[in-house]
């Protein structure tokens, strides 16, 4: 159970009071703004470590915490109208191991407007595989792994990848961007995902950089960035 009221409490009201501004402060724009946390899985865990055992009423604290998100942004939305749209998201990052999880122990009791993936853990493994054509298999088969174990425990839920990237400066030499980014953008198609966010927009690596950019540290376009534009095309 939870006990710490003044912390909900708190969530809650300035939840609500942010919902409220966006709505009056954009009035007339019809724009949407979605709320989102950052990986989940990991501040359940308490650290990085997806091994970790974690004591099992961690989730349904973790999920009244993010219940006062959510019941915060219903109110600031039922006390303004406006053409504007404020949701909430809840994001998770670990899907394919064992254990608690918060797709399955902690988003079920908040039914949050939408779910976000951060894609690292099916995308990464495809960096493991012998070659390219392995490499889009294990890309499209762990997103469906993982989408459809989300939508299981979450039917009708609308769902998006919220973050996923390729390191560009380590890719294994047979490893194909352009293909790898259509494969993604393919599967996500196919599952019904409505968004797919790239990590990142501009180079802030530091010291050293990492290549997961659409333009680097110096303003030039990356790999990564050319396969974008060729998508627009």
């Given at each position: 159970p939870v006990t710490n009221t003044n912390l909900l409490a708190g969530e809650y009201a300035e939840m609500k009071a942010l919902t409220q501004y966006l709505l009056n402060t954009y009035r007339g724009t019809g724009k949407t703004f979605v709320l989102q946390n950052w990986e989940s899985s990991w501040a359940m865990l308490g650290n990085f470590d997806p091994t970790t055992v974690i004591d099992p009423e961690r989730p349904a604290r973790y999920a009244a915490f993010l219940g006062a998100r959510q019941a915060g942004i219903n109110a600031g939305r039922a006390a303004v109208s406006s053409d504007v749209t404020v949701l909430h998201a809840i994001e998770y990052n670990l899907s394919l191991g064992p254990g608690?999880?918060?797709?399955?122990?902690?988003?079920?009791?908040?039914?949050?407007?939408?779910?976000?993936?951060?894609?690292?853990?099916?995308?990464?493994?495809?960096?493991?595989?012998?070659?390219?054509?392995?490499?889009?298999?294990?890309?499209?088969?762990?997103?469906?792994?993982?989408?459809?174990?989300?939508?299981?425990?979450?039917?009708?839920?609308t769902i998006y990848i919220g973050e996923w990237g390729l390191p560009q400066v380590s890719l294994p030499g047979f490893y194909d961007m352009s293909q790898a980014i259509n494969q993604v953008f393919t599967t996500a198609a196919a599952l019904g995902l409505t968004d797919v966010i790239w990590w990142e927009s501009m180079d802030n690596s530091s010291p050293t950089y990492r290549g997961y950019a659409i333009w680097d540290s110096t303003g030039t376009i990356t790999p990564a960035g050319s396969a974008y534009q060729a998508l627009l095309v």
């Open positions: 608690l999880q918060v797709h399955k122990d902690v988003i079920p009791l908040v039914k949050p407007d939408m779910i976000s993936y951060s894609a690292y853990e099916a995308v990464n493994a495809s960096l493991s595989a012998a070659n390219m054509p392995a490499a889009l298999v294990s890309l499209d088969t762990l997103l469906r792994q993982s989408i459809n174990a989300v939508r299981n425990y979450n039917p009708g839920a």
